[in-house]
């Protein structure tokens, strides 16, 4: 069956920065566009990152262009979000998703906290 488990989240402090995972199984992650989303506290799901099956394109919610990163490897079956800069309004639970948008499959989250 389709199993993504994220890891990488932690405590961090404004302007730090954390590198989050995500490993697929059970279906051919090669194939498959995948995003990032996240869910702040007492908020709905939000669309973070998106990246292509091959790694390009990507694309970024504006909120966090040109401070977070996606990539993937297809060898490892491996999503990654590298996040720089990060800021208070960052706080999440983090979930990598099979497809484009919030609505696929996702994992059970990674927490971020972000402090000021």
């Known amino acids: 069956q389709v199993q993504l488990v994220e890891s990488g989240g932690g405590l961090v402090h404004a302007g730090g920065s954390l590198r989050l995972s995500c490993t697929a199984s059970g279906f051919d992650f090669f194939l498959y566009y995948m995003s990032w989303v996240r869910q702040a506290p007492g908020k709905g799901l939000e669309w973070v990152a998106g990246?292509?099956?091959?790694?390009?394109?990507?694309y970024y919610a504006d909120s966090v262009e040109g401070r977070f990163t996606a990539s993937r490897s297809n060898a490892n079956n491996t999503l990654y979000l590298q996040m720089n800069d990060l800021r208070p309004s960052d706080t999440a639970v983090y979930y990598c998703?099979?497809?484009?948008?919030?609505?696929?499959?996702r994992g059970q989250g990674t927490q971020v906290t972000v402090s000021s």
């Open positions: 998703v099979r497809g484009r948008g919030t609505g696929g499959t």
């Open positions: 990246i292509a099956n091959d790694g390009r394109p990507r």
